[in-house]
């Protein structure tokens, strides 16, 4: 009886060993989030709102020019564009940013980044058939300019659901 006693007190301290070792874990992983976070919050890459609107105006401007250019596959001036020359002008012109002349090399191109991190000047990518994907560049939120096959140079929202349906990336070239 006493060694099933002994046994039972033993048990007990262990488990409350292990409890005051869990407690003490929580502590330490909580403050070391909560310094994370704040060293997050004062430290981290943050992009000014001045920088931003640079780049909204830039994009506005290129807008102001290819606004209803026609939509050309191979095109690559006012008389016919497709998307992905369109990005390639667009970033040099506006940036002086090379990028890939095809959507499919502008895609394995860039910062992998995600829907929550989009700038204005992020493309954008759509698979759009069972061997074709397009491309545009994010202005502001939610929008984008690409080159629609149907309407020319446009600007279209992100949350359309044929759009939504067929993202399938973000990149950044900023």
Known sequence: MIAVQNWFHFKKK??????R???????V??????ALFALGCAGGKRVSTSKIKAVENKLDQ??????GTPYILGGDNKRGIDCSALMMLIMKDQFGVNVPRTTREQLKKGKRITAKSLL???FVFFKTGADTY???VIIRPGK???????????ISELNNPYWRERIIGFRRFL
């Open 14 to 19: 262990v488990l409350s060993l292990m409890l």
């Open 21 to 27: 070792e869990k407690q003490i874990l929580f502590r």
């Open 29 to 34: 992983v909580l403050f070391a989030g909560i």
């Open 62 to 67: 290129a807008y102001d020019f290819w606004q």
């Open 120 to 122: 204005p000047g992020d």
């Open 134 to 136: 397009h491309v545009g």
């Open 144 to 154: 984008f300019m690409h080159a629609s096959t149907s309407k020319g140079v446009i």
